[in-house]
């Protein structure tokens, strides 16, 4: 089984300028999460999905970021415009999720540097 | 608020020796405690879960709720160990669903 896949692996963009994340979790993964990691830090939630509904955006930039998942499979995040301190790895991880609990499996990440 | 706290940035040991990756957290609710683990040019993994009372790779855990810890313990310690090690807190919103909160992280050198 190929895992959460995420693209571009790595992305230089300017300030100011936008950039899309892609991510395909593991086929029959209800749960979706975007999270993102600064250098030195944990990974910190940005968004769940559960199916197609965001069920916890409180963490998102909502001035700057966005993010979707159509029919409840692929997902996008997007930053529009970017600022240089949105330089991160960005994180895709996908669950089965019921509410005795659930395993959370990742991506190998999305390394943004903004200059 | 939930909270976890790794206090150690690095752990530097020399093979055979004990380890012991510490872990505390604040949480109001009954927490569900993980440790996750990231090798080097790999993708974050789960490397043990409280609930599930296991020993992964020699490792293991115990929560402590009097202390609010969850300290990640190995006997021996071998040169592959060496990673990076997350502490996370699993909490429960009002939906019902849960979500993670990490804690910064303790890289773990393991010297031969």
């Known amino acids: 089984e190929a895992g959460v896949v995420q693209s571009p692996r790595y992305k230089i963009i300017e300030k100011k300028q936008p950039v899309a994340f892609w991510c395909n979790p593991i086929s029959g993964h209800n749960t979706l999460y975007w999270y993102r990691q600064n250098l030195g830090q944990g990974p910190e939630l940005l968004i769940r999905?559960?199916?197609?509904?965001?069920?916890?955006d409180s963490q998102l930039p909502k001035d700057r970021f966005s993010a979707e998942r159509l029919k409840g499979v692929d997902s996008t995040l997007k930053i529009q415009p970017a600022e240089l301190g949105d330089s991160a790895v960005y994180l895709c991880?996908?669950?089965?999720?019921?509410?005795?609990?659930?395993?959370?499996?990742f991506g190998e990440g999305s390394w943004l540097t903004v200059v | 608020a939930q909270r976890v706290t790794q206090p150690e940035k690095l752990l530097s040991v020399f093979k055979g020796a004990p380890v012991e990756l510490k872990c505390n957290y604040s949480y109001s609710g009954s927490p569900e405690l993980f440790w996750y683990v990231q090798y080097s040019r790999q993708r974050l993994q789960l490397l043990l879960r409280?609930?599930s009372r296991e020993s992964i790779k020699g490792f293991t855990a115990d929560l402590n709720k009097g202390e609010t810890s969850f300290h990640l313990k190995k006997p021996f310690a071998q040169e592959e160990d060496s990673a990076m090690y997350y502490c996370?807190?699993?909490?429960?919103?009002?939906?019902?669903?849960?979500?993670?909160?990490f804690g910064k992280g303790t890289m773990l050198l393991v010297s031969p």
């Open positions: 996370a807190l699993s909490r429960y919103l009002n939906s019902g669903y849960s979500t993670l909160t």
């Open positions: 991880a996908s669950s089965f999720s019921d509410f005795s609990g659930n395993t959370i499996y």
């Open positions: 409280h609930i």
């Open positions: 999905y559960e199916n197609e509904e965001a069920v916890d």
